[in-house]
C-alpha cells in the first residue's frame, strides 16, 4: 500500500530553536513535495525534491531516496513560522495515477 | 497571492442539495486538480484536468462531477450531499500535465458545511 507517514504530529518550540520534521514512505517516489499550510487554511508549496537537498532561507530539505525518509528542517525558529507542514508524494507506481498521496501532517507552534 | 482563485470560500448546505465549487487557475496554467481536505482523512486527491480534458481521478465519489471549461476554469460539482462531505475544497493548478511531479499552486479552498 502506497503510505506516507510524518513525525511527530504535533511539535511545539521556543523561537530560535532547530526544527526538525520528518516524511517516510513506503514505496517508489518520483517526486516528494513539502507543503506549509496557515492558520488560516491557505496551502504554499515550500519544496519539490527528487534527490539531494533544497534550500530556501531559513528552510532546508533533505531527502534519502535508499532509506525512503526526508525531513524538511527550520532555523532559528520564528513564531510566523507556526502552521501545519504536509509532506506529499508522487508514487512510482499507483497512487492515483502519479498525483499527490498526502501526510496527515504535522502542527508547529513556535512560542515567543 | 497564488493566482489561483475559488468561489464561493464558505457554502453552508444541507443535506441532499446539490452545490457548485468554482475554480480559476493562474494565468498560463493549463492544468487544474480539485483536493478535498477532512478532519479525518487529511488532503486526499480527487480528479485532474489539462487543457479541458480529465486526465486522473483519485478518490472521488460517483456524486461528484467535474468539468474544465476552455477559458481552463473548472468546476467542481458535488450532488446528493451528504453529512461526510463537509471539508475544505481546495483548487491547486500547474502549467503542465506532470500531476506530482511539479509545482502546484494552491488556491484559498471552499470551505463546504453540510447540515
Known amino acids: 500500500k502506497n503510505e506516507v507517514e510524518q513525525s511527530p504530529q504535533n511539535l511545539t518550540a521556543q523561537e530560535g530553536e532547530f526544527i526538525t520534521i520528518n516524511c517516510s514512505y513506503s514505496?517508489?517516489?518520483?517526486?516528494l513535495h513539502w507543503l506549509q499550510q496557515h492558520p488560516g487554511g491557505g496551502i504554499v508549496s515550500l519544496f519539490m525534491?527528487?534527490?539531494g537537498k533544497k534550500k530556501h532561507g531559513r528552510l532546508i530539505a533533505t531527502i534519502n531516496i535508499q532509506e525512503k525518509h526526508s525531513s524538511l528542517h527550520i532555523t532559528a525558529s520564528h513564531p510566523r513560522d507556526s502552521a501545519v507542514y504536509i509532506c506529499?508524494?508522487?508514487?512510482?507506481?499507483?497512487?492515483?495515477?502519479?498525483?499527490?498521496?498526502f501526510g496527515k501532517g504535522t502542527k508547529l507552534s513556535v512560542k515567543p | 497571492d497564488s493566482g489561483v482563485t475559488q468561489t464561493p470560500k464558505h457554502l453552508i448546505t444541507a443535506t441532499g442539495q446539490r452545490v457548485t465549487l468554482r475554480c480559476s487557475p493562474r494565468?498560463?496554467?493549463?492544468?487544474v486538480y480539485w483536493y478535498q481536505q477532512s478532519l479525518d482523512q487529511g488532503l486526499q486527491f480527487l480528479i485532474q484536468?489539462?487543457?479541458?480534458?480529465?486526465?486522473a481521478k483519485g478518490n472521488i465519489l460517483e456524486r461528484f462531477s467535474a468539468q474544465q471549461f476552455p477559458d481552463l476554469h473548472s468546476e467542481l460539482n458535488l450532488s446528493s450531499l451528504e453529512l461526510g462531505v463537509s471539508a475544505l475544497y481546495f483548487c491547486?493548478?500547474?502549467?503542465?500535465?506532470?500531476?506530482?511531479?511539479?509545482?502546484?499552486?494552491f488556491g484559498p479552498g471552499t470551505r463546504l458545511l453540510v447540515l
Open positions: 491547486a493548478s500547474s502549467p503542465g500535465l506532470a500531476g506530482g511531479f511539479g509545482t502546484q499552486y
Open positions: 514505496v517508489g517516489i518520483s517526486a
Open positions: 525534491l527528487s534527490s
Open positions: 506529499a508524494v508522487r508514487f512510482i507506481l499507483g497512487g492515483s495515477q502519479g498525483n499527490l498521496i
Open positions: 494565468s498560463g496554467d493549463l492544468s
Open positions: 484536468y489539462y487543457n479541458g480534458e480529465e486526465r
